[in-house]
């Protein structure tokens, strides 16, 4: 026989019952208290690190595998890119979005709740190849949770990632988690991140980036 759930026989949950009227009125966290087979069938949010370096010695790469890792660690729905083994065209508004780099990167973004752009920043902003990337994918970031790992040559690029970030905001109603990871060359030692406080950094933004797409999540 299955489970029998029942309604709390109280004042306060018969009322909410008569008020809402149908189902679909009351408080997904009620509906799943009391009736969790019918709503357990949704999916899990799916979760995308994104590296966009075009450098083979990469600390912007080592930020972003170590948030995959973490992730993984942690059993967590996520998938892997590095845009530099993709074969990507420069944004050119036209015959660029057709090529098959560009669609199998819009269609990994678009498929993904969540996602972390590991980024390089030079001259105080981020790298050229990471805002191609968002040009050439456009549509398959709205609605999108964007979390952000950055490298830098030194501490005054620290809010370099703002504009990028108001972008998507703004221009594909992103959610922008606002927590993100910062490290200079200090923290790092070969292909190693030395920098335990930069390590627990890149651990919180990735914890932060699943709380978000969970509770934002419909």
Not at 150 to 175: E, I, K, P, Q, T
Request: hydrophobic share 40%; proline share 4%.
């Amino acid at each position: 026989m299955g489970q029998h759930h029942s309604v709390p026989q109280n004042k306060e949950s018969l009322s909410e019952i008569r008020n809402a009227g149908n189902r679909n009125r009351f408080p997904r966290a009620f509906l799943h208290s009391y009736f969790p087979q019918r709503f357990c069938s949704e999916p899990m949010p799916k979760h995308l690190v994104i590296s966009t370096s075009g450098s083979p010695d990469s600390n912007s790469r080592r930020m972003g595998r170590s948030a995959f890792a973490h992730l993984q660690k942690q059993k967590v729905d996520c998938d892997w890119i590095d845009i530099r083994e993709m074969d990507l065209p420069l944004c050119d508004a036209d015959k660029c979005y057709g090529m098959l780099g560009s669609r199998k990167l819009a269609a990994a973004i678009e498929s993904a709740d969540g996602i972390l752009i590991a980024a390089p920043v030079y001259n105080y902003d981020v790298a050229a190849a990471t805002k191609n990337m968002i040009e050439l994918t456009g549509s398959a970031w709205e609605n999108k949770i964007v979390g952000f790992l950055c490298a830098a040559g030194g501490h005054a690029s620290y809010m370099s990632v703002m504009a990028y970030a108001n972008s998507l905001m703004l221009d594909f109603r992103c959610v922008i988690i606002p927590r993100f990871a910062f490290a200079t060359s200090e923290a790092f030692e070969g292909e190693r991140i030395s920098d335990k406080k930069i390590t627990a950094r890149i651990e919180q933004v990735a914890d932060e980036l699943v709380r978000f797409t969970k509770a934002l999540h419909t």
